[in-house]
């Protein structure tokens, strides 16, 4: 697959830019800038029916309508990959309410909306991450009611937390929380990363890049800005670790990305490629090779295979 | 009678670059952004207020006017026409408050600073300058800067060192600040602090 840069295309009629109506858009657009304000607080936010049903990213998607503009570059992607059916119909979406240029690029998107990931090329102050999120507190299934985890948040009281850690290390040896491992914003709010694999926290640390969070069906919005302090949990003795991976991507043979395992058969067979698969093809268009690349067809190649 | 002055030529986009320009002003603390406002409200408002209002407030954002504002004549009806804001007498029922005048006090404890539960129901202050700069002037850090950044603005506003100095008292609550000078905003959120004063 390339790069799909197509050109402006005229929006659908009957829709406003980017779906959205405008008092909503403005709703959301003070949400975020409170969420900007106290880093890793959850804004509520009085989230719309989307035309998708909860679960694909219909906060991402009220997030990326409200702050998109016409000469924004839009990326999408899902679990790392722009070609899943999330990532392709929410680009898709917008591509036809709002006619933005659309790109699989990480380095040519100034808004990215991801689910599940954060890409692997380091992003830049001129671009913004929007999180899908689907459980917003990080306190819910330690306290199930809100009144109370406001409180706790509004006390800085995340004993419990550290709690559910000690907890895993109790029963497990080590740490067990491998998704959505909470961290510490600006050393005040306790916050969900959104189910990122552990492996991309430290990506939020410093991030360049301004990064929303958007919960459609929980109604919330957060946010980190640029250059912040994120701290993963973890104690002194149980230091944080990121997941580690004993083979180089199948395909372009990075290391230290995060693989997705592929079953390839009934016997076991199996290989381990990149997640993020716009970093994955750039590294092949670059002519790293993996140790299961296969060659072109000198069909595919444009090369005349009659002589 | 004096006709109103126009709103926004094209809404969805010019409200989405004001917000643009506020959303980079207050995750970047203290660096200005490029803001371009076509507007042409009743003075003493500044073409960057007016932008800034009718970009962000409506029905659910009440506004509140400094006493230059709330003297002038057509002031609140240009806001309530292009809004549907409320214009209101009281601080701290404010979403947004306008300030033209930057050299008189404030009556910054009025202002909503939120909830401890809530924190996200404040007032956020605009207040108009005539020049800002990161070249020099007072040295900021915070969420949003990288290590440090300068900030002069001219005239400094009378009420800026007890707003932060206040923010980080209350922290998460608090009030956030966008200063408007003409062609550029810098925003200044609750979580900035001032390392160094001149």
Known sequence: MTAQSATHTAPETGYNFAYLDEQTKRMIRRAILKAIAV?????????????????????????????????????????GSDDTTNAVSIRKFFKRTAGVRTTTRTGEA??????????????????????????????????????????????????LMHVKLYE?????GHIATTYAYPVEVAGRYIMDPSPTPKFDNPKMHMMAGLQLFGAGREKRIYAIPPYTQVRSLDFEDHPFRIQTFSHPCALCAAEGVYLDEVVMDDRGGRMFVCSDTDSCEERREQGHRGAMLADTPAALKGESSHV | MTALAHGFGDPVTDAQQVFHAAMNALARPGRPQPLTSGLEPPRPMTPELAAIALALADHEAPIWLDPALAAASGAADFLRFHTGAAVVADPGRAAFALIADPGMP???EQFALGTAEF??????????????????????????IADRQSLLAAPWPHALADIVRLNSAVFPRGLDVLLAAPGRIVGLPRSTRFVEEI
């Open chain 1, 39 to 79: 880093p890793g607080y959850q804004v509520p936010f009085a989230s719309r029916e989307m035309p998708m049903p909860y679960g694909w990213g219909t906060g991402g998607v009220q997030v990326t309508a409200s702050i998109l503009g016409p000469d924004d570059v839009l990326k999408v992607i899902d679990q």
């Open chain 1, 110 to 159: 100034t808004v990215i909306q991801t689910r599940h990931r954060i890409p692997e090329q380091p992003l830049g102050e001129g671009q913004v991450i929007v999180y899908q999120v689907p459980i917003p507190e990080p306190l819910r299934f330690l306290e199930p009611r809100e009144t109370e985890t406001r409180k706790l948040h509004a006390l800085a009281e995340y004993g």
């Open chain 1, 168 to 172: 895993d290390i109790a029963r497990h």
């Open chain 2, 106 to 108: 404030l009556p910054v």
């Open chain 2, 119 to 144: 924190p996200d129901r404040s007032t956020t202050l605009v207040i108009a300058v005539e020049d800002l700069s990161d070249t020099n002037g007072w040295v900021l850090r915070g969420p949003g």
